[in-house]
């Protein structure tokens, strides 16, 4: 079905004017013998009899012909245009991943240099702000650089899930976050490696974006048919109306924006995996889920119990314990 599409619409305006042209006019011909046999008079049919067929087939062909070379002179416009906003946008990222980040690297040094130097309070608040606030644009060019690597090709390899959310859960393991973990032995999906940036970044907003004393993290990993699902929920301040707005709409406007480039960095990652991102936000929290597509994964081996010891043969986890006596232990160490 492809290849007769690309046959018919390579063609130019006159060309397919013309087919068209031809083909209506023998249908013409043909239809009208066909009349005449069925009432018995074949003989008595004329070309004559066809000049308001082939008229009626004339001017349809004409409007046709406007109608093509109107399309075709939009959907060059077209590929001009988007041609020139990629090359706008690789030029941009460019400039801001290299040249920009160099700059703010400089910002860094000088500030590393005044901190020794500056002896009040208030110039080390400055200081310090000016650090996170670099610190922050450097971070954006690194998910910039996450989302232009990432390969537009459907993935054609398995990943398991449980495996990877083992490894994002493992960089936040802190004493003021309470962490739960609901998952199977294993969950494998049809994915590459660079599933780990949306899972991290959704692990990752739902600690930094929270301001609650204890930052609750509650994670569930369920196999639903073909369908594999990663629900994240946090106990933080929900995501903002605009935000959610923002990302259903898939476009930014000047009065709605996304204040952060890791929201997209989950939906285009997501996306490109071949999977879908919801995200549902109430008084509690936010809870964002992935889904990506079920694939079995290899013979099991047995024990099935990880490095980290949170993840057991045949039984769910709740991880939250080990976090809680870890934070205990962390507490006695310091009396």
């Not at 008079?41 to 046709?64: K, N, R």
């Not at 995501?239 to 285009?268: F, M, N």
Request: net charge negative; with cysteine; charged share 30%.
């Amino acid at each position: 079905m492809n290849l007769e599409s690309d046959l018919v619409f390579d063609r130019s305006p006159r060309e397919l004017a013309v087919a068209y042209l031809c083909l209506g006019s023998l249908f013409v011909v043909v239809t009208d013998l066909a009349v005449a046999s069925a009432i018995g008079s074949p003989s008595t049919w004329t070309p004559i009899q066809a000049v308001d067929g082939w008229a009626l087939v004339g001017v349809s062909s004409l409007v046709l012909y406007g109608a093509t070379a109107y399309q075709q002179r939009r959907a060059v416009t077209a590929r001009s245009e988007l041609e020139t906003s990629n090359q706008q946008l690789q030029v941009l990222s460019r400039v801001f991943r290299h040249n920009v980040r160099n700059d703010l690297n400089v910002i860094q040094g000088y500030t590393d240099l005044l901190s020794d130097r500056v002896d009040d309070e208030r110039s080390r608040e400055c200081l310090e702000t000016i650090r996170e606030t670099t610190d922050d644009v450097v971070e954006i060019s690194e998910k910039l650089r996450v989302i232009e690597d990432a390969s537009p090709a459907p993935p054609s390899g398995r990943v398991d899930l449980v495996d990877a959310v083992a490894e994002a859960t493992a960089e936040i393991d802190r004493a003021d976050v309470s962490l739960t973990v609901d998952a199977p032995a294993e969950a494998w999906v049809r994915a590459d490696e660079s599933i780990e940036y949306p899972i991290r970044e959704v692990f990752e907003n739902a600690v930094t974006h929270n301001d609650e004393s204890v930052r609750r993290v509650d994670v569930r990993v369920t196999e639903t048919g073909s369908t594999t699902c990663l629900e994240v929920r946090d106990n933080g301040p929900g995501l903002p109306d605009d935000e959610r707005a923002v990302l259903r709409a898939e476009e930014e406007t000047p009065l709605s924006h996304a204040s952060s480039i890791g929201l997209w960095l989950v939906k285009w990652m997501c996306e490109t995996q071949g999977g879908t991102v919801g995200f549902e936000t109430s008084d509690d929290g936010t809870t964002v889920r992935l889904r990506f597509e079920s694939v079995d994964g290899p013979a099991s081996t047995g024990s099935t119990e990880d490095a980290d010891g949170w993840r057991q043969c045949g039984n769910d986890t709740a991880r939250s314990d080990a976090v809680a006596d870890g934070a205990q232990e962390s507490a006695a160490d310091d009396d």
